[in-house]
């Protein structure tokens, strides 16, 4: 997965037209839109590499946008491989059960499983295991990556 980032966002672009414009290039993952900057994650490389050479400073709603990888600073964190997801839960659920143990970073569902990175606490507490104990209790499936 590449996470974009998008600068100079219209106030009028919707989600819908971020997804559509930017799944020409490859499977899009997730989207967020903020304010006059959004997120796009892409599946591969090779996608976001084509959105990039082909979007960056495409002209939206009279304003020329502008798309680069994202260089999110990195933090410590588990990465969690969940398994046996319902096809109807969606990114916004799974993200609020992974919430009560800590601050999720990403959560992104594939088919039926999916994988959450998830904070590392500062007080050393070992969030892989305290989740893997909770959600497991729910019929998730879960192993650290």
């Known amino acids: 997965m590449v996470k974009l980032f998008i600068r100079n966002m219209p106030q009028e672009a919707t ?61 410590a964190s588990t990465k969690l ?7 109807t839960c969606t990114n916004k659920e799974l993200r609020v059960k992974f919430e009560m143990y800590g601050p999720v970073i990403e959560c992104d569902i594939v088919k039926d499983y999916a994988f959450i990175h998830m904070e590392c606490m500062r007080s050393g507490q070992r969030i892989g295991d305290v989740c893997i104990h909770g959600i497991g209790q729910i019929g998730l499936e879960l192993r650290k990556i």
Do not use: C, M, W
Not at 24 to 43: P, R, W
Not at 81 to 87: A, F
């Open 15 to 75: 989600e819908q037209e971020i997804r559509s414009l930017f799944k020409q290039y490859g499977k899009v993952l997730e989207y967020d839109i903020i304010k006059n900057y959004g997120f796009v994650h892409t599946e591969d490389k090779t996608a976001a590499e084509d959105a990039i050479h082909n979007l960056h400073y495409y002209k939206l709603h009279g304003v020329n946008i502008n798309i680069e990888a994202s260089k999110s600073k990195s933090k």
């Open 81 to 87: 491989h969940v398994g046996n997801i319902s096809p």
